[in-house]
C-alpha cells in the first residue's frame, strides 16, 4: 500500500459541494501500488469529467498515470479562459 495525499482545487471543491459531494481540500489515502489517478477519483467519488488538469508533485500528469510510490495529487476543477 501506498500513500497518496489528494489536493483539490477550490473550482472542484464548489463544484462538489453544489452537487451535494463535499470534500475536504486535503485528504490522504492508502491505495495499492499501480493504482491509477483515474481510479483514484472514482474511489472518492469523483467524477474523472470534472479533472480536466491533475499533476503530481506538481507536475502536469494525464489521469491515466499510474502511481507507484507516496505522491501528492492535485486536481483542478474545470477551467476558464480563452
Same mark, same amino acid.
Do not use: A, E, F
Given at each position: 500500500? #501506498?500513500? $497518496?495525499t489528494?489536493?483539490?482545487?477550490?473550482s472542484l471543491l464548489s #463544484?462538489? =459541494?453544489?452537487v451535494n459531494n463535499p470534500r475536504p481540500e486535503t485528504c490522504?489515502?492508502? %491505495?495499492?501500488?499501480?493504482?491509477? $489517478?483515474k481510479e483514484v477519483l472514482l474511489k472518492e467519488g469523483i =467524477?474523472?469529467?470534472l479533472a480536466p488538469m491533475v499533476s503530481i508533485? =506538481? #507536475?502536469k %500528469?494525464? $489521469?491515466d498515470t499510474v502511481v507507484e510510490t507516496d505522491k501528492t $495529487?492535485? %486536481?483542478y476543477g474545470p477551467l476558464a479562459g480563452g
Open positions: 500500500m #501506498i500513500t $497518496i489528494l489536493r483539490l482545487s477550490q #463544484i462538489l =459541494n453544489d490522504y489515502l492508502q %491505495v495499492k501500488q499501480g493504482t491509477t $489517478i =467524477n474523472p469529467l508533485d =506538481n #507536475i %500528469v494525464d $489521469i $495529487i492535485t %486536481v
